[in-house]
C-alpha cells in the first residue's frame, strides 16, 4: 500500500527555520504531484506548496518568498525548507500525493496522505 511519512518537523524561534521532509513507500511517485498542506487548531486545512512531476513549484501567497518545496525521484522524496518562520505557520503539516501530474491547490484532488508532522514557532 502506498504510505507517506513526514519527518522534521519541531519547534523553533520565530526567523528560524525547519526542513521538512516526506518519504514515499508503495509505488513509484516519479510521474506524480506533490505538495504539501497543513491545518492549525481551530482552523481548515489549507494549500502551502506543490511540485508537479517536471519539478515546476507553485505557493500559497503566505509563504511565497519563505518556503521551498523540491523532490528527489531517485530517493521517492520530498521536502520543504521553511525559513523566516512565523508564529502563524505553527500548524501540523501534511505530505500528499495525487495520481497526476499538474499542480493543484485543491485537497479533494490529492489521493494520498501522511499522518503530519508539528510545527511550532515561538515569538
Known amino acids: 500500500q502506498v504510505q507517506l511519512v513526514e519527518s522534521g518537523g519541531g519547534e523553533v524561534q520565530a526567523g528560524g527555520s525547519l526542513r521538512l521532509s516526506c518519504a514515499a513507500s508503495?509505488?513509484?511517485?516519479?510521474?506524480?504531484?506533490m505538495g504539501w498542506f497543513r491545518q492549525a487548531p481551530g482552523k481548515e486545512r489549507e494549500f502551502v506548496a506543490a511540485?508537479?512531476?517536471?519539478?515546476?513549484?507553485y505557493y500559497a501567497d503566505s509563504v511565497k518568498g519563505r518556503f521551498t518545496i523540491s523532490r528527489d525521484n531517485t530517493k521517492n522524496s520530498m521536502y520543504l525548507e521553511m525559513n523566516s518562520l512565523k508564529p502563524e505557520d505553527t500548524a501540523v503539516y501534511y505530505c500528499?500525493?495525487?495520481?497526476?501530474?499538474?499542480?493543484?491547490?485543491?485537497?479533494?484532488?490529492?489521493?494520498?496522505w501522511g499522518q503530519g508532522t508539528q510545527v511550532t514557532v515561538s515569538s
Open positions: 508503495g509505488g513509484t511517485f516519479s510521474s506524480y504531484a
Open positions: 500528499t500525493v495525487r495520481r497526476g501530474i499538474g499542480n493543484t491547490v485543491y485537497q479533494f484532488d490529492y489521493d494520498y
Open positions: 511540485i508537479s512531476q517536471s519539478g515546476r513549484t
